[in-house]
């Protein structure tokens, strides 16, 4: 192994009430579509912020719950500039990013904050605090970098122990890689940027690119089952994280890099996913890639969205491999069209010779084509072969080529997208996502489903709403379906009830048609009551097994999952 010394700057926190950092918003100037489609599909006016976050003073932030001894120790295992009982420290950490806990936020119900921030430098001092926070029957919540969308951060409401978030962001380090295995020795801490960059100096690239990155961690992805828009080449992160070591009630957990095993019910699987609940992931031995000689993703238009459907499976099915397959519904496309700056190159989409084109010489109808962006990768060579073999199939169901402009504009804007939804909720309106997966022959059902669901849903609530779905992250078997839904809530009830109207109708929908809860936004609170029916009583009896087993005092990252 390569030993890597570069000691990088921690990161600053997100803003306690929204998405990212200070300063940094979504706007509308230069977007000329995007007041008219909002005003269109939700009713509501752009130009007019009809709520706001409080100012952080005007908060009621509980005093913590704190003894002399518990705080004595974790200055001993951390330093007393590493445990912080900070008001806005607590707040950041007290949840994720979820639109009901945006929402909780805004309305300062702040939720059980936790009474204490720990820092630990290594995973030593990360077995004391645990060992210090056992002794003492406090609760200990691993934080990464607090993006969780399902709820599986914040400490039960009824809990009296005292409750200590664990902030991984000292441990930032790659540690070392070996070149031979294509194997990455990295501390958990690490966030998306600074990963890379560490890799990118030495020539290699992790290429886990969830919508969070920027704000997201190595080890809450493992703890969540992450998965990046590149992972149809580079992988899940559960299929990217081969070696673990985490500390546990019980010690320190250790599992080998190794390809693969037969020791038995995989307990590398069981750490991935398990949101806090098992121990605290400290370092992961991951899979890297040399940095690709060539990287271009393309924007493609289909006919529609079975024709859209079928090409990737097709493409799932061929030899090609890309390292994204990503397709827009019509709806999902025309906010796309919306959301674009004038005189961006998608708008010659709109253009008259295009549309002329499409419409007479390849028979679209404007109003139903879908957007898609493929990605490729490798030497020059071997991607000129991928997009041919692509653009064959693409072809064959009617899409055409428009070329690398939006796709290199999709690349460059996509993590600025998480700050629409702040956005909406400052001009009173809620937008949020529900994902799943379902193999290839199930697709079609559950998209015809979750629509008929959330449309049924926003009916019964008297409400105008938006849904849009895109299809990503395919598989052999399968694909992923990401939906998100936007509306403005009538004022007869109270907005986060209806907000559970709608998201609820979506996954049950999800589960009624053959799909999982979640493809990799995890369990959480928010997707726990479809457990069972996703994986059985069964499956739920061996996961509380697991979890009672392993943290028999109830004291890691308790409720969450189940
Ligand atoms: C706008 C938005 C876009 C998103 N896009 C994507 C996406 O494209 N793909 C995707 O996969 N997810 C996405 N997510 C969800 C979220 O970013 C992921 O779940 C991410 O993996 C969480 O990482 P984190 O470092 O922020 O963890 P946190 O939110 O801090 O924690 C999440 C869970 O992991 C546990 N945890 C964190 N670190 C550790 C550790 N070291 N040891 C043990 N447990 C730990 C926490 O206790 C908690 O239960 C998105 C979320 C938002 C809000």
């Known amino acids: 192994m390569t030993a890597v010394a570069t000691r990088p700057p921690v990161k600053g926190a997100m803003k306690w ?55 004595a120790a974790l200055e001993r295992a951390v330093g007393d500039a590493h445990v912080s009982d900070d008001s806005h420290d607590r707040v950041v950490h007290a949840r994720g990013k979820s639109l009901r806990e945006l ?80 194997l990455a020795r990295v501390q958990a801490g690490v966030y998306g940027p600074h990963l890379e960059a560490q890799l990118n100096a030495q020539g290699w690239t992790f290429g886990h690119y969830p919508d969070s990155f920027t704000h997201s961690t190595l080890g809450g992805w493992i703890a969540t089952r992450s998965s990046g828009m590149q992972s149809d080449r580079y992988g899940d992160i559960a299929d990217a994280t081969r070696g673990l070591r985490v500390v546990t009630p019980s010690g320190m957990l250790v599992t080998r890099p190794v390809p693969s095993t037969s020791t038995g019910p995989s307990v590398r699987e069981m750490v991935l996913g398990s949101e806090g609940r098992l121990g605290i992931i400290c370092e992961a031995t991951v899979q890297v890639r040399r940095l690709p000689e060539e990287r271009t993703i393309l924007g493609y238009l289909f006919p529609d969205w079975a024709a859209s459907v079928q090409a990737m499976n097709a493409i799932a099915a061929s030899e090609a491999a890309p390292s994204v397959t990503r397709v827009a519904d019509a709806d999902e496309t025309r906010f796309s069209f919306a959301t674009k700056k004038g005189n961006s190159p998608l708008d010659s989409v709109k253009s008259k010779a295009l549309g002329t084109y499409l419409k007479r010489r390849r028979g679209f109808d404007l109003d139903e084509m879908c957007l898609a962006f493929i990605g490729y990768e490798g030497p020059e ?133 053959g799909g999982t809860l979640s493809h990799h936004h995890a369990v959480g609170t928010e997707h726990a009551p479809w457990l069972e029916q996703d994986i059985s009583a069964p499956g739920v009896g061996m996961l509380r097994a697991l979890f009672d087993g392993t943290d028999p005092g109830a004291n890691l990252n308790p409720g969450k999952i189940v």
């Not at 169901?397 to 290199?408: D, L, N, R, T």
């Not at 379902?438 to 629509?451: E, I, K, M, S």
């Open 381 to 513: 060579r071997f991607v000129a072969a991928q997009r041919k073999g692509v653009g064959r199939i693409v072809s064959a169901h009617g899409g055409v080529c428009i070329g690398a402009s939006p796709g290199e504009l999709y690349d460059q804007k996509k993590f600025d997208t998480p700050y629409i939804r702040d956005y909406l909720l400052d001009r009173g309106s809620l937008a949020d996502v529900s994902e799943t997966s379902a193999p290839w022959g199930t697709l079609p059902g559950l998209y015809a489903g979750a629509r008929a669901a959330a449309n049924g849903a926003f009916s019964a609530l008297g409400v105008q709403g938006y849904l849009m779905c895109h299809l990503s992250h395919s598989y052999n078997a399968g694909a992923c379906l990401y939906f998100t839904f936007a509306f403005a809530p009538s004022g007869t009830r109270d907005a986060l009830e209806q907000y559970d109207v709608v998201k609820s109708a979506i996954q049950q929908a999800f589960v009624d048609h």
């Open 103 to 182: 929402i909780r936020q805004r309305r300062g119900d702040l939720g059980r904050v936790p009474d204490v921030i720990v820092r630990p430098g290594d995973e030593t001092e990360v077995a004391e605090v645990l060992r210090a926070a056992l002794d003492a029957d406090a609760v200990v919540i691993p934080f990464g970098g607090g993006t969780s969308i399902s709820g599986s951060l914040e400490a039960p409401a009824q809990e009296t122990r005292t409750v200590i978030s664990v902030d991984l962001e000292r441990m930032d380090r790659l540690l070392a890689i070996d070149e031979t295995s294509r």
């Open 17 to 71: 009430w929204g998405w990212g950092e200070e300063g940094v918003a979504f706007s509308h100037e230069g977007k000329p579509g995007f007041g008219p489609f909002i005003k269109e599909h939700l009713g509501i006016d752009v130009e007019h912020t009809s709520a706001r976050p409080p100012a952080f003073g005007e908060l009621d932030v509980p005093e913590p719950n704190l003894g002399d001894d518990l705080r």
